[in-house]
């Protein structure tokens, strides 16, 4: 049999998804369950004055109540740091109900613990809570006198500036600028399936079926909090219905349902409701960006000046990174990257979908279409002559990709022959246009050690584990690929397990980083053991193997043989069987390169789009789509298509649709239900096409795989934008390009 | 024509608040439980029949997930009260495989990796297989205004009408 | 949701008298509003007195061409009902272009007309809101409201009424049914529908225990050409920003011999365009004629700086809509 790896293998989770038979963590049942729910402030800054719970109590059925009062004191206070680092990440740096003082709208204020889900509803509704309420500052318009810049973001992981060469300088002589200014609305991740957590413990052990991104991030962080041993709470995630970056962090929400568990005596199943969903675990903040751009008449870019003012908590530094490609994609000697932070009344903001790098792109790349322009250059010429072999540091490219990508989409899409000029193609009651955008995310080596074991028995059938879990991105799948190729035996003998932290430990999979980090370990624990299945077989002077060379054993279909003839070998589970050895094992390690490594390391791509727009009533429809991407090895084609469609989908979602604002009065998200904060419908779908471009990198571990998850998104936005341009000739710098905006806002390029 | 008032105390049968007696016919199963009245066909489903294939998303009737077959029809399940669905047929996801093997809808969902998370999966199966029957599914218009009442976040839709396609061309109609 | 204590009426009867007979008391249709309301603790009856039991899912004909549709026919089937597809196209468009398949499979007729506003001031059962907690005032006012109506309001509300059927039933003059207490009345649709005024909490004149029981659509012969068009933000399953409903009969001269024109998105009730339907009526079907109506219409026209494009956007959806009618 050949190798798994870079087949199209459907999911092996696919008929426990199709059947309904996958249970997800609010789907767990246990003896004497109990139903917890969240009740949030009605304030966005100020205190709790006064809870009754006279009538919540009174309205039966209710195991406990839980407040500032009576709940218990965390025992430390983990600072903010993403879960990819593998240390405690709680969401913001803030628990709450520890004291009276609200921050903003929605913290959780009380926990109400019922006999049924319909009692906990009606126990929290009854709660009499009184406020002092304060004025709230929550949005880019009410902060910005005190807006101030940020020294790092990330916790301290990474500067918030990043400067070389002189940029005002160079600006200044340039012989063509752009410059730009953008607003963008926040958004909220919202995945299908909302926050939960259902907690039990066991004496003084905790087991959690969290709805994480990380099962060893939520097992770090609830530890933490709780100030109990790690080898005391196990977390356990078989599915989660959808993450986008709002279970990449561990929300106050996770740790509250193990304090209501130990407080009431009993399991407690902690579900976020929708309407929670949109304060309770992170948003993408609402943001300006400027962008200026000078280049020369031959199109050589000269300066880039990207700043980002953005609102955060009062608690963290956090802004979404927005320049970590625009400092690199495009060789320019003259750089000043900033983030401006407000610290306002919301929780803190977190990662969303290609977090920074979709927004910093669409500012970038909008800017770079305007440049062509001004240049009258062709937008994709522009974007490959400024394309560097090396990145801001001088280091070469770990693996590139970027032309090629460009290229192949051009004669994808039908670029070629496209007559530039806006606003001049209608169709009925549409402008059509078309528009382009490179994209590019960072490889972002900022994890631990990552650990997966193989475990062989003795009649051929195989385990590999690690703790990572599956939140839609077919890592049980790609891994079993992996770990079938590595050992050499064939897929349907091989069961991956991951989701729960009592398995070898790898971080969140997040940041796109899940592919590459967990199929190093999980290859490299797949060839220990077959090393040592081997040295054995060489070793046993009953193997038909004995005294080979272990470089001339090969295996295939849990099959030794000899490279020079295949009639000679024995099987892994007649040596196991021979040697009583009723299984063996194998830990398989992968350190990352350091967070430093003298390598560029980016993901590269580019998008292509074209439109259909409204041109009395202003509203954009996509048309079609086609992005080309060059992630490295693609471990399982039809997963990674369906990724990287995936985000070129929330790209078109983040550019059209999605966007939400605080209402300034109350501090309040103004919308909080999927009727009113719009995300695609099949209806909105137009054809998306997607390709690959292959590169070999062997600098992002032993399969080279540079992960799918953000790039689809980046830039495709931008495309769809510089496309409404091609179609209108009015540039769009406000997201989403709502009616509104593109009947009167925009600016004529 | 007056309603007096002998005719208003003449009302009788009005049960609840607390647990009464329900009896719901479920994939074909009846099933004999105590509910209150203002538990969701939804929540009886997952919490009072272990039936948890039909899912939560919103709980508001904006996202589908929870989509079910009242009497052959295509329903939420989150804005249906569970005692309004005594004498009515419901059929969720664990009732769409027969005998152990896969509805072709089903199937094709999995070939043609129609979901990602699989969280809307169940909802969009129960829209998809009723999208057919309705004479929703001619062109690709109708299947995508059809099916747009469920949500599918991670953006699996390209794949999901393929899937809806090939089911809708098998010689059997699926 | 408060607990609740529920009655399955097997008459019109026993509905009436249920909800009459019980202070503290709803009717419960498909439940598409009424659940998540109830969910929501913005509305909280303490009984929910199912009427879908009720014979009341009948289409038939009425007068010379005219339908009668039952309260309790739900949205999917009357929009397929071939003597609506034949007679108000633009009825059946309205019906189909309203919420999901799913949702139009449980959304009754009736319930339709008792449909809530989508405010989100009204829907969290916290902020000021006059229609939810007469008094408390109106958030949405100085609000995010981008959503909100920009015809009919007052200064005490301006929540957009969310149906797409109940335009054209305005545009159609169809006529309400009832049941109730103090026996049978019928109620001309647009005295059914009360803009804010002083009282946004009343929304209809509906006597507690009053049953919608059918909507009788008289004979429009120059409905049989209507249309419906709903513009929204993204494609489907959405409230409209603006829908118009359309019908229009041009004579030989070119003159506007009828026109039924009505909103959606942007009144505080469904909104027919009486001033626009006035300003044409005998005059040329021109663009220029179009657009002056469009302006009559909106003159009145009540903005914030958030929900001011919906007066553009209505006022060319309009001139588009009679334009491609025309032509």
């Known amino acids: 049999m050949s190798p798994v790896v870079g087949k199209p293998v459907n999911r092996v989770d696919g008929p426990d998804k ?45 195991y406990g109540i839980m407040t500032h009062q009576n709940t218990p004191k965390i025992a430390n206070q983990p600072h903010l740091i993403p879960s990819l680092a593998g240390q405690p990440a709680p969401g913001e740096s803030f628990f709450p109900m520890q004291d009276d003082v609200v921050h903003y ?19 929290a509704a009854l709660l009499d809570i009184t406020y002092e309420a304060g004025v709230p500052v929550a949005t880019i318009e009410d902060g910005r006198s005190s807006a101030a810049e940020a020294q790092t973001l990330f916790g301290g992981l990474m500067p918030a500036r990043d400067e070389r060469g002189d940029v005002q300088g160079a600006l200044a002589k340039a012989e063509v600028t752009v410059d730009a200014t953008y607003h963008y609305a926040a958004n909220h991740h919202n995945p299908l399936e909302t926050g939960v957590t259902t907690a039990q413990w066991d004496g003084d ?46 929300w106050p929400h996770v740790t509250l349902a193990a304090m209501a568990a130990r407080h009431v005596g009993r399991p407690v199943r902690l579900t976020l409701t929708r309407p929670q969903s949109f304060t309770s675990n992170g948003h993408r903040e609402e943001q300006e960006q400027q962008i200026r751009l000078g280049a020369g008449r031959d199109g050589r870019l000269t300066a880039i000046h990207h700043r980002k003012l953005s609102v955060t908590s009062p608690f963290d530094d956090w802004a979404e990174p927005a320049t970590g490609v625009s400092t690199q994609i495009y060789g320019c000697d003259n750089y000043l990257g900033e983030h401006h932070l407000i610290h306002g009344n919301t929780l803190t903001p977190t990662f969303t979908r290609a977090p920074g790098e979709s927004l910093g792109s669409f500012s970038l790349e909008t800017a770079m279409d305007q440049l062509a322009y001004e240049l009258g250059m062709d937008p994709i010429e522009l974007r490959i002559m400024n394309h560097p072999p090396v990145d801001n540091h001088g280091n070469a490219w770990s693996s590139d990709g970027m032309a090629d990508c460009l290229r192949r989409g ?10 530039p000029t806006p606003g001049v193609r209608e169709e009925g009651n549409n402008l059509i246009g078309t528009g382009v955008a490179g994209a590019g995310y960072p490889v972002a080596f900022m994890m631990p050690v990552q650990h997966a074991r193989a475990r062989i028995f003795n009649d051929g059938s195989v385990v590999v584990q690690t703790s990572a879990q599956e939140f839609g991105i077919g890592v049980t799948t790609s891994m079993a690929q992996v770990g079938a190729d590595a050992l050499g035996v064939d897929l349907d003998v091989l069961r991956f397990e991951a989701g729960d932290t009592d398995l070898p430990n790898t971080t969140s999979a997040v940041g796109s980083m899940g592919a590459t980090m967990q199929s190093s370990a999980v290859h490299n624990a797949g060839t220990t053991l077959r090393n040592e299945l081997i040295a054995h077989a060489v070793n046993d002077d009953k193997s038909p193997l004995h005294r080979l060379s272990p470089s001339s054993v090969r295996v295939e279909g849990g099959r030794m043989s000899s490279t020079l003839d295949p009639s000679i070998g024995e099987s892994y589970a007649d040596l196991l069987t021979r040697n009583r050895l009723l299984d063996l094992e194998a830990l398989g390690s992968w350190t990352p390169p350091p967070i430093d490594t003298p390598h560029g390391l980016l993901t590269f791509g580019a998008q292509f789009a074209e439109v259909a727009v409204d041109k009395d009533l202003g509203l954009v429809r996509v048309r079609r789509m086609t992005g080309v991407f060059a992630p490295g090895r693609v471990l399982n084609p039809k997963l990674a298509r369906s990724q990287l469609l995936g985000g070129m989908l929330w790209g078109l979602s983040q550019a059209l ?41 062997d600098v992002v571990g032993p399969l080279g795989v540079k992960g799918v998850g953000e790039v689809g998104q980046v830039g495709a936005a931008a495309a769809i934008a510089n496309a409404v341009f091609h179609a209108t000739g009015r540039r769009m710098t406000e997201l989403p390009m709502t009616a509104e905006v593109v009947m009167n806002g925009g600016s004529p390029g | 024509m007056a309603i007096n008032q002998s005719t208003a105390a003449a009302v009788t049968g009005v049960r609840g608040p607390q647990d009464v007696p329900v009896t719901l016919d479920v994939n074909g199963s009846t099933h004999a439980i105590e509910l209150e009245p ?31 077959w009242m009497d052959g029809r295509r329903v939420l399940s989150c804005l249906t009260l569970a005692m309004s669905c005594e004498g009515h047929q419901i059929a969720t996801i664990e009732g769409i495989a027969q005998d152990g093997r896969l509805h072709p809808m089903q199937q094709a969902f999995i070939d043609h990796d129609a979901f990602q998370c699989g969280y809307c999966t169940p909802g969009q199966i129960m829209s998809a297989i009723a999208l057919i029957r309705e004479g929703n599914a001619t062109t690709d218009a109708d299947i995508a205004e059809h099916m747009s009442g469920n949500i599918c976040r991670c953006q699996a839709y390209p794949n999901i009408h393929a899937a809806i396609r090939e089911v809708r061309d098998a010689d059997d109609g699926g | 949701m408060r607990p609740v204590t529920f009655f399955r009426a097997g008459s019109i009867d026993e509905a009436v008298a249920a909800v009459s007979g019980h202070p503290d008391s709803a009717f419960l249709a498909g439940g598409t509003t009424e659940i998540d309301l109830l969910r929501l603790n913005v509305v909280q009856p303490t009984l929910l007195v199912d009427v879908n039991d009720l014979p009341l899912t009948y289409l038939e004909d009425i007068d010379d061409g005219g339908v009668r549709i039952g309260a309790m026919a739900r949205m999917s089937d009357v929009a397929r009902a071939q003597r609506i597809v034949e007679r108000y196209p633009g009825m059946s468009q309205a019906l189909l272009l309203g919420a999901s398949e799913q949702l139009r499979n449980m959304a009754s007729m009736g319930g339709n007309m008792c449909q809530r506003t989508r405010c989100a001031y009204f829907r969290d059962g916290q902020s000021p809101c006059n229609k939810r907690e007469p008094g408390s005032g109106c958030a949405a006012l100085t609000g995010v409201n981008r959503g909100h109506a920009v015809l009919g309001t007052s200064d005490h509300c301006i929540a957009s009424h969310p149906s797409d059927v109940a335009v054209a039933l305005v545009a159609l003059d169809a006529v309400i049914r009832t049941i109730g207490p103090d026996g049978t009345r019928t109620i001309p649709i647009e005295s059914f529908f009360l803009p804010p005024d002083d009282t946004p909490s009343v929304e209809h004149p509906l006597a507690h225990g009053e049953l919608i029981v059918a909507i009788d659509v008289p004979a429009v012969p120059v409905a049989r050409t209507s249309r419906y068009v709903k513009h929204r933000d993204r494609v489907s399953y959405e409230f409209a920003l603006v829908s118009v409903f359309s019908a229009m009969r041009v004579d030989d001269a070119g003159n506007v011999a009828e026109l039924r024109l009505a909103l959606g998105g942007v009144g505080t009730v469904p909104w027919r365009a009486h001033r626009a339907e006035e300003a044409l009526i005998g005059r040329p079907a021109t663009p220029e004629n179009f657009a002056a109506a469009a302006d009559a219409e909106f003159a009145d026209a009540r903005t914030t700086p958030m929900n001011a494009f919906k007066v553009t956007f209505a006022k060319r959806a309009i001139v588009r809509e009679l334009s491609e009618v025309t032509s």
């Open chain 1, 18 to 62: 199709v059947t309904g038979a996958g249970r997800y963590c609010g789907e767990i049942v246990l003896p004497g369950l109990a139903y917890g729910l969240i009740v949030g402030s009605s304030i966005a800054n100020g205190r709790v004055l006064s809870i009754d719970e006279t009538a919540a109590r009174a309205a039966g059925g209710v």
């Open chain 2, 38 to 68: 203002r538990v969701s066909l939804l929540d009886a489903l997952r919490e009072h029949l272990d039936l948890t294939g039909t899912k939560k998303g919103c709980d508001q009737g904006t996202c589908g997930a929870c989509t079910v």
């Open chain 1, 205 to 250: 052990r905790l087991t959690l079926w969290d709805s994480t991104m990380g099962v060893r991030a939520s097992q770090l962080t609830v530890a933490t909090l709780l100030g109990i041993p790690l080898s005391d709470v196990r977390v356990i995630t078989h599915f989660v219905g959808g993450g986008f970056g709002s279970k990449a962090m561990v």
């Open chain 1, 657 to 697: 649709l999605e966007g939400n604002q605080i209402d300034r009065q109350s501090g309040r998200w103004a919308l909080n239900n999927l009727g009113e904060y719009l995300v695609p419908v099949h209806a909105d779908i137009p054809d998306v096409q997607v390709e690959f471009v292959e590169v070999e990198d």
């Open chain 1, 105 to 123: 709208w929605g913290q959780p204020v009380a926990l109400v613990v019922a006999d049924s889900l319909e009692g906990a509803a009606h126990a």
């Open chain 1, 410 to 419: 051009a004669e994808l899409f039908g670029w070629s022959g496209r007559d």
